[in-house]
């Protein structure tokens, strides 16, 4: 009997410490911001990322240090698993298919406060896959996310150089 329940007690163990059971590693290239927004969004949310993402890399040429690959939000399913994802969205509009994506993937309250109180940008950190970033930009207007970005985008920019450094540091010898 103690025989029975030793072993149940060691393939217990090894299945939750040695299996790694869980979220698959994040997609994609490091540099690499995906952001899902509605095509009429895009020149709005280029101003607001911007804010954040001002980094330019001299090798021999200016580049940004960050590419961004713009997706329509109908895809977001194909990209939820990569490094940086951003999902935005401006106004109310119900027609809206970045509208309709963050009202799907936010609360209610959680909705309500991006439009109406002052939360119009939610971080969080491996919510599809283990090492990612995970960003929701949503806003009643453009200066509102701005205002916002001016005030929260020197934290937000260090979590992605700090993922980009951590998933980098693996390649170094």
């Known amino acids: 009997?103690?025989?029975i329940i030793f072993k149940c007690f060691l393939i217990s163990i090894f299945a939750f410490y040695g299996c790694e059971i869980g979220k698959p590693r994040a997609d994609g290239a490091d540099n690499e911001l995906?952001?899902?927004t509605a095509f009429e969004n895009r020149e709005d949310i280029q101003v607001v990322i911007s804010t954040i993402f001002n980094?330019?890399?001299y090798s021999p040429q200016p580049?940004?240090?960050y590419k961004i690959v713009w997706v329509d939000?109908?895809?977001f399913n194909d990209i939820k698993f990569h490094v940086n994802v951003i999902v935005a969205a401006l106004g109310k509009d119900p027609?809206?298919?970045g509208v309709r994506l963050v009202k799907k993937l936010l609360t209610a309250d959680q909705?309500?406060?991006t439009m109406e109180g002052d939360n119009h940008l939610i971080f969080s950190k491996n919510v599809f896959s283990?090492?990612?970033n995970y960003l929701i930009i949503n806003g009643p207007n453009q200066e509102k996310l701005i205002e916002k970005v001016k005030d929260q985008g020197l934290w937000l920019k260090k979590q992605y150089d700090d993922l980009l450094f951590k998933r980098q540091s693996v390649h170094l010898f």
């Open 55 to 57: 980094d330019t890399l």
């Open 73 to 75: 939000p109908e895809n």
């Open 63 to 65: 580049e940004p240090f």
């Open 95 to 97: 027609k809206n298919k």
């Open 130 to 132: 283990r090492d990612q």
């Open 1 to 3: 009997m103690h025989n």
């Open 111 to 113: 909705y309500r406060s």
């Open 34 to 36: 995906v952001l899902v």
